[in-house]
Nanobody, 134 residues
Framework: QVHLVESGGGSVQAGGSLRLSCTGS????????VAWFRQAPGKEREGITT????????YVADSVKGRFTISQDNAKNTVYLQMNSLKPEDTAMYYCAADPKSSEQYPGSDGRWCRPLERDFRYWGQGTQVTVSS
């Protein structure tokens, strides 16, 4: 049984920073793809950033580009989301996700990447709330 546990959420003023962590357990192998999604009240869940763990190719949504960074620490089975220059519109429940084999070849490249699609991810954390006040 694979478990993902997020931590690091909280309340912060606009312009501030938070770092979310997602620690996995119960794996028998390495996850191909890891990702962070978020869901604001009344909105659909949005894939904001993904990481292909075999080659470190990342996807970053335009809404967070230049402000959010995904990274991993394999020794700790942990994925991080560093969030800087936070805005009120970043307020949402943040979820980490992982899948053992959902990466695809990036179009026009020899590299592989992970699509920011819910259906590509088998394992999910319970979520951690991030609230940004103006």
């Amino acid at each position: 049984q694979v478990h993902l546990v997020e931590s690091g959420g909280g309340s912060v003023q606009a312009g501030g920073s938070l770092r979310l962590s997602c620690t996995g357990s119960g794996y028998t192998g390495r996850s191909d793809c890891v990702a962070w999604f978020r869901q604001a009240p009344g909105k659909e869940r949005e894939g904001i950033t993904t990481l292909y763990t075999g080659g470190n190719l990342t996807y970053v949504a335009d809404s967070v580009k230049g402000r959010f960074t995904i990274s991993q620490d394999n020794a700790k089975n942990t994925v991080y989301l560093q969030m800087n220059s936070l805005k009120p519109e970043d307020t949402a429940m943040y979820y980490c996700a992982a899948d053992p084999k959902s990466s695809e070849q990036y179009p026009g490249s020899d590299g592989r990447w992970c699509r920011p699609l819910e259906r590509d991810f088998r394992y999910w954390g319970q979520g951690t709330q991030v609230t940004v006040s103006s």
